[in-house]
């Protein structure tokens, strides 16, 4: 034993400094690389970033010009320039039409239409003198930006031609279309963007005049004017917007392109001086966690045959742990097939019980089945050859249900017992004029099994418990379908539900109690025991993949819906 600790001990110590080793070379290769790898990392977030702002701007500018266009050869606008100077009798319809424009987009402040002449025909919203050539604009165009009188909002202008285009001479002008647009749009992406704490955004035109900022250069308006002094301090990235000209541009501090180093560096000694107090803590407890437990065990095995109800208490993952998780394990599987051998029989006794009882109910109800078949099929021949169609009928139905019920198969087709409820239904609508039963099944679950005869029991307990004592009669709704559940297995659920008069809440609690308890017993009523005769029936066949659930209301009616595992 004292050799075994002994060459524990040595190899523990050497895997200690050995990771001791190994963190030291990662935290000086680490030092070396990190810088040049945050950088480039950095700086290609800032290209990715500059493009995705060039993309969502020509989005925009590209939504725009959809607008424009659907404006410019609207109909009404086409109406407008064909008609004489004095008779535009469209015009309203027209600034209705620009209105609409105008409200689609927010960035929007004006709209408005020149004629050939280069003369202001009509607009909307905000107003603005432009000298306008429309016989210099023959495609879209935009403008350098305009300051407003409104609070400085700067906003620019987009020139669209509109063309005649039902003229043989297809570039034939009808005039010019402008759009005033703000920029505000374009300051919302500039401030969604954040590569840095401290990065500069800017959108300038083709003059290099600002266009638009993010908040951190708006609240620093001197940066540009002390670009001087801060050029050293600073990466530069632009990228230009293909549309129409304007250039974004990114001033990222150098010293944030690796600002992740020091978070790093932190993180590193950390690791570094974790690792030395690990090293100093595993060979403090060297004895308690390795040598020590190797006593215990063996002073388990001498025990174990005067006191077998003892276990080991080792949370250790090493050999010593796995060995004596192993010898707890084998006393806990000693206790466990006990307890199975117990639960087995006692499982055995009541799936004995059940069966007895059914077979008394069996034995109770039996009859001679091919007699009565001859019988019922004599009574049909009767009322067919009378006359009396109905009498027929309800002789075929009760034979078929007596057919299906002595049937010795115990699984059957859903499809097959909803045809039993059927026939079923038409002898209780026969006999309760004012009683209908309505079926609404899932068809892609008629080839699905079921146990027999689980639903006819619910359905008798609804007309007989439910419905019978309404003088107006009522309806019983059979529903068959599958829930959206997160279950290994999916599920079938059945439910039966009446509009009768319901059951107490006194009387719903025995029944449920009955049910729960599996108790079968004449003051519980005939409808607990047939709740209770499926209840022990489902668990016989599906164990714990099974449940029935109730609920009434006095005097509104009473569901009842039974859940079970789709394979049987």
Same mark, same amino acid.
């Given at each position: 034993?004292?050799?075994?600790?002994?060459?524990?001990?040595?190899? +523990?110590?050497?895997?200690?400094?050995?990771?001791?080793?190994?963190?030291?070379?990662?935290?000086?290769?680490?030092?070396?690389?990190?810088?040049?790898?945050?950088?480039?990392?950095?700086?290609?977030?800032?290209?990715?970033?500059?493009?995705?702002? @060039?993309?969502?701007?020509?989005?925009?500018?590209?939504?725009?010009?959809?607008?424009?266009?659907?404006?410019?050869?609207?109909?009404?606008?086409?109406?407008? +320039?064909?008609?004489?100077?004095?008779?535009?009798?469209?015009?309203?319809?027209?600034?209705?039409?620009?209105? $609409?424009?105008?409200?689609?987009?927010?960035?929007?402040?004006?709209?408005?239409?020149?004629?050939?002449?280069?003369?202001?025909?009509?607009?909307?919203?905000?107003?603005?003198? @432009?000298?306008?050539?429309?016989?210099?604009?023959?495609?879209?165009?935009?403008?350098?930006?305009?300051?407003?009188?409104?609070?400085?909002?700067?906003?620019?202008?987009?020139?669209?031609?509109?063309?005649?285009?039902?003229?043989?001479?297809?570039?034939?002008?009808?005039?010019?279309?402008?759009?005033?647009?703000?920029?505000?749009?374009?300051?919302?992406?500039?401030?969604?963007?954040?590569?840095?704490?401290?990065?500069?955004?800017?959108?300038?035109?083709?003059?290099?005049?600002?266009?638009?900022?993010?908040?951190?250069?708006?609240?620093?308006?001197?940066?540009?004017?002390? *670009?001087?002094?801060?050029?050293?301090?600073?990466?530069?990235?632009?990228?230009?917007?293909?549309?129409?000209? *304007?250039?974004?541009?990114?001033?990222?501090?150098?010293?944030?392109?690796?600002?992740?180093?020091?978070?790093?560096?932190?993180?590193?000694?950390?690791?570094?001086?974790?690792?030395?107090?690990?090293?100093?803590?595993?060979?403090?407890?060297?004895?308690?966690?390795?040598?020590?437990?190797?006593?215990?065990?063996?002073?388990?095995?001498?025990?174990?045959?005067?006191?077998?109800?003892?276990?080991?208490?080792?949370?250790?993952?090493?050999?010593?742990?796995?060995?004596?998780?192993?010898?707890?394990?084998?006393?806990?599987?000693?206790?466990?097939?006990?307890?199975?051998?117990?639960?087995?029989?006692?499982?055995?006794? @009541?799936?004995?019980?059940?069966?007895?009882?059914?077979?008394?109910?069996?034995?109770?109800?039996?009859?001679?089945?091919?007699?009565?078949?001859?019988?019922?099929?004599?009574?049909?021949?009767?009322?067919?050859?009378?006359?009396? @169609?109905?009498?027929?009928?309800?002789?075929?139905?009760?034979?078929?249900?007596?057919?299906?019920?002595?049937?010795?198969?115990?699984?059957?087709?859903?499809?097959?017992?909803?045809?039993?409820?059927?026939?079923?239904?038409?002898?209780?609508?026969?006999?309760?004029?004012?009683?209908?039963?309505?079926?609404?099944?899932?068809?892609?679950?008629?080839?699905?099994?079921?146990?027999?005869?689980?639903?006819?029991?619910?359905?008798?307990?609804?007309?007989?418990?439910?419905?019978?004592?309404?003088?107006?009669?009522?309806?019983?709704?059979?529903?068959?379908?599958?829930?959206?559940?997160?279950?290994?297995?999916? *599920?079938?659920?059945?439910?039966?539900?009446?509009?009768?008069?319901?059951?107490?809440?006194?009387?719903?609690?025995?029944?449920?109690?009955?049910?729960? $308890?599996?108790?079968?017993?004449?003051?519980?009523?005939?409808?607990?025991?047939?709740?209770?005769?499926?209840?022990?029936?489902?668990?016989?066949?599906?164990?714990?993949?099974?449940?029935?659930?109730?609920?009434?209301?006095?005097?509104?009616?009473?569901?009842?819906?039974?859940?079970?595992?789709?394979?049987?």
């Amino acid at each position: 034993m004292k050799k075994i600790r002994e060459n524990l001990f040595m190899q +523990f110590l050497a895997f200690i400094l050995l990771l001791l080793i190994i963190v030291t070379a990662v935290f000086a290769m680490n030092q070396y690389n990190a810088k040049k790898v945050t950088r480039e990392s950095t700086l290609q977030l800032n290209e990715n970033t500059l493009m995705q702002l @060039e993309g969502k701007m020509d989005e925009a500018f590209i939504s725009m010009e959809n607008l424009m266009s659907n404006l410019a050869y609207n109909p009404t606008v086409y109406s407008y +320039f064909k008609e004489e100077q004095n008779q535009r009798s469209v015009q309203e319809d027209l600034k209705d039409v620009m209105i $609409n424009s105008l409200i689609s987009n927010d960035n929007i402040a004006g709209i408005e239409l020149y004629d050939m002449e280069g003369e202001k025909r009509i607009g909307v919203g905000k107003r603005y003198q @432009e000298d306008v050539n429309p016989e210099d604009i023959n495609t879209i165009r935009f403008s350098d930006r305009i300051l407003t009188n409104d609070g400085g909002m700067i906003k620019y202008a987009i020139y669209y031609p509109i063309y005649d285009l039902k003229n043989i001479q297809y570039f034939t002008k009808l005039g010019v279309c402008i759009f005033y647009v703000s920029i505000g749009n374009i300051t919302e992406f500039l401030n969604e963007v954040k590569i840095t704490d401290n990065t500069y955004l800017y959108l300038v035109d083709k003059e290099w005049d600002i266009l638009a900022q993010n908040t951190l250069a708006e609240n620093n308006s001197g940066f540009l004017q002390n *670009w001087n002094s801060n050029k050293n301090r600073y990466h530069v990235s632009e990228i230009k917007v293909k549309r129409n000209g *304007w250039t974004i541009i990114s001033y990222v501090p150098i010293a944030e392109l690796v600002q992740g180093m020091d978070f790093l560096n932190r993180e590193m000694q950390m690791l570094y001086f974790f690792s030395i107090g690990i090293l100093i803590l595993l060979v403090c407890f060297c004895y308690r966690a390795i040598i020590n437990p190797l006593h215990q065990i063996d002073l388990f095995v001498k025990r174990n045959p005067t006191h077998t109800e003892e276990r080991m208490c080792f949370q250790n993952s090493n050999e010593i742990g796995t060995l004596a998780r192993n010898l707890n394990r084998m006393l806990d599987e000693r206790d466990t097939m006990n307890q199975a051998i117990q639960d087995s029989q006692k499982k055995i006794y @009541e799936t004995q019980l059940a069966k007895k009882q059914m077979e008394i109910l069996a034995y109770r109800n039996q009859i001679n089945p091919h007699f009565l078949y001859n019988t019922l099929e004599c009574i049909r021949a009767m009322a067919m050859y009378q006359g009396c @169609e109905d009498v027929s009928e309800l002789t075929v139905a009760l034979s078929n249900v007596l057919r299906y019920a002595v049937k010795g198969e115990n699984i059957v087709y859903i499809r097959d017992e909803i045809n039993y409820i059927r026939e079923y239904s038409k002898i209780i609508e026969c006999r309760f004029s004012k009683i209908r039963i309505n079926l609404d099944v899932d068809e892609r679950l008629l080839e699905k099994k079921m146990i027999k005869l689980i639903l006819q029991p619910l359905v008798e307990n609804a007309v007989f418990h439910g419905l019978e004592p309404m003088l107006d009669g009522g309806k019983v709704n059979i529903k068959i379908y599958q829930k959206e559940e997160k279950r290994p297995e999916k *599920w079938i659920y059945l439910s039966v539900e009446d509009n009768g008069c319901g059951i107490s809440d006194k009387r719903l609690e025995q029944v449920r109690y009955s049910m729960k $308890n599996e108790e079968i017993g004449s003051e519980n009523g005939s409808q607990s025991i047939g709740l209770v005769n499926i209840f022990q029936r489902l668990k016989l066949v599906y164990e714990s993949n099974m449940n029935i659930f109730i609920f009434s209301e006095k005097g509104k009616g009473t569901k009842v819906e039974i859940g079970f595992a789709e394979t049987v």
